[in-house]
């Protein structure tokens, strides 16, 4: 197999590759999604997360919604998620998202959460109900929710799925063996389980990793034979970038022409749907993921 260029870090310290450059968001589009969130107080992953396709997916006239307040319970090293207590969760948020969505007229709606351990039930009634109240404003709008890790709590996974959406997303994030450097209150097996309880449930499942963190290439394909193994129909692959000082470095700045290589390996593996590119994040894209 040929061997495809990465750049390290250490020669791109202070410029990141061409490949990374974002357009700032602009346009009539990005101003009336920005109108929406303010004007109903909504959280989006998409300001939250720092995501660099911002202006691409605002400017189109879609948002990935945030339930279930802005401060999550975990801590892990990639995120630039605010990390603490979160204070108590808001019961008429399922309302607004709704009424939002229907608003904007969105086809695809893609709703995420901070992890809310400190819940007994993970907030899966929040997430059952803000996807029937979606789904009662707007029949015709297809939904992926991207859910977090409930620990094995799988009634509440299960509760969580059981709204009418049609994609549910579980993100890996990592290799196995940075999971305790990445995500320190997660487990990998765990997370497998999770999607594979999700498919067997019969939901169309999907997942996302991020690159540039130190793993290797055969670290890379284990993960995609390990999804392909338990149930996950759809990739998402992306470089990871640091998003402040206090986060996790990046190791590596992963060449375009490497992500088209593990996009063809994915497929290989048994995936039906791999979304690759330096910029791709979990919902980049995620209306082209409903039928795969």
């Not at 969130?37 to 959280?43: M, P, S």
């Not at 290589?261 to 690759?276: A, M, N, T």
């Amino acid at each position: 197999m040929i061997e495809l260029p990465v750049i390290s870090e250490e020669s791109t310290r202070r410029k990141k590759p061409d490949w990374l450059r974002v357009k700032l968001p602009v346009g009539k589009e990005y101003a009336k999604v920005r109108k929406l969130v303010d004007q109903h107080k909504l959280n989006t992953i998409c300001e939250s997360g720092n995501c660099p396709n911002m202006g691409e997916c605002w400017g189109a006239g879609t948002a990935t919604f945030m339930i279930l307040g802005n401060v999550c319970t975990r801590s892990c090293s990639f995120c630039a998620v605010a990390t603490g207590r979160p204070p108590e969760y808001d019961t008429d948020e399922p309302r607004r998202v709704a009424e939002a969505i229907q608003l904007m007229g969105v086809k695809h709606a893609v709703i995420t959460s901070v992890n809310r351990d400190e819940l007994k039930d993970k907030g899966a009634e929040i997430w059952h109900q803000t996807v029937v109240e979606t789904k009662k404003l707007s029949p015709q709008t297809t939904i992926e929710t991207l859910i977090p890790d409930v620990k094995s709590n799988w009634d509440a996974l299960y509760r969580m799925i059981s709204g009418g959406q049609e994609v549910v997303s579980h993100n890996m994030e990592t290799v196995e063996s940075l999971y305790r450097r990445v995500r320190p209150q997660a487990k990998y097996a765990r997370s497998l389980e999770q999607i594979k309880l999700t498919k067997e449930y019969g939901k169309r499942t999907k997942t996302g990793i991020m690159l540039g963190l130190g793993e290797s290439k055969e670290e890379v394909f284990k993960a995609m034979d390990d999804l392909a193994a338990n149930g996950c129909d759809i990739l998402t692959l992306g470089q990871y970038l640091q998003p402040t000082k206090m986060h996790i470095e990046v190791a590596e700045f992963i060449h375009p022409d490497m992500f088209a290589l593990y996009r063809e390996e994915g497929l290989k593996r048994g995936l039906k749907y791999v979304e690759s590119g330096p910029l791709v994040r979990s919902s980049y894209h995620a209306e082209r993921h409903v039928n795969v």
